[in-house]
């Protein structure tokens, strides 16, 4: 069956850490993955989308890694803030052309001062 | 505000009951999606319209839901006979097709309770 796995478990970090979020992926070969944040009780925000064809991808704070081999994506946050503290949400687009894209359930990360 | 609105907030009903929540997305973005949340669960697709006309619906919007996006502006999304299950937050996100790819923007969500 088809499945976006990210760590159901919430991450604890202390501020100023680097904090590593994973996501895994089966029987699917998107041509991007997107992250988003979610805070409670409000829509997800878009951060960043990564190709196929890119290894790496940086925004200020924020790196993406998208490795099809291993079917992974790793999302890190540097000199993390409590500010950071929210659930992200891996998602791709399972067809291609943007008519749906699937989302894991999110790894909730909490950013201790 | 540009940004893509939802109307209302809140919704609690009885169950049996028919509902129906209003999106209005970024004015430029011909792209629209639908999706249910429920708690600890990521987004689930409901259903994604290109202007007007809805391309793609997942198995999972029964024949009790049904939306529409008559001209390509704002869309509605109705749930007939509403079940506890229904119970979730719905979202809706737009988008604007660039390169192929598909960063969404979402609204706010409506939560709704069924009682």
């Known amino acids: 069956s088809q499945k976006i796995e990210q760590n159901s478990e919430a991450l604890n970090i202390q501020e100023g850490k680097t904090a590593t979020l994973t996501c895994n992926y089966t029987?699917?070969?998107?041509?991007?993955l997107q992250w988003y944040r979610q805070d409670p009780g409000r829509g997800p925000v878009f951060l960043l989308l990564i190709r196929e064809n890119e290894k790496e991808k940086r925004k200020e704070r924020l790196k993406v890694t998208f490795d099809t081999t291993l079917k992974q994506s790793l999302f890190h946050i540097t000199a993390s803030q409590p500010a950071d503290s929210a659930t992200y949400l891996c998602a791709l687009d399972p067809q291609g052309g943007g008519f749906k894209t699937i989302f894991g359930a999110g790894t909730r990360l909490f950013v201790k001062a | 505000d540009t940004g893509v609105s939802q109307d209302p907030r809140h919704k609690i009903t009885k169950r049996g009951q028919n509902v129906t929540f209003r999106c209005d997305p970024i004015?430029?973005?011909?792209?629209l999606y639908w999706y249910r949340q429920t708690l600890g669960q990521g987004p689930e697709f409901l259903t994604y319209f290109q202007n007007e006309a809805q391309l793609e619906k997942s198995r999972l919007l029964s024949d009790r839901f049904s939306a529409e996006r008559p001209k390509g502006s704002f869309s509605t999304l109705e749930i007939q006979r509403t079940e506890q299950g229904d119970s979730a937050m719905y979202l809706c996100?737009?988008?604007?097709?660039?390169?192929?790819?598909?960063?969404?923007?979402f609204g706010p969500g409506t939560r709704l309770t069924v009682t």
């Open positions: 004015s430029e973005h011909n792209r």
């Open positions: 996100a737009s988008s604007r097709r660039t390169s192929g790819v598909n960063e969404q923007y």
């Open positions: 029987n699917y070969s998107p041509a991007y």
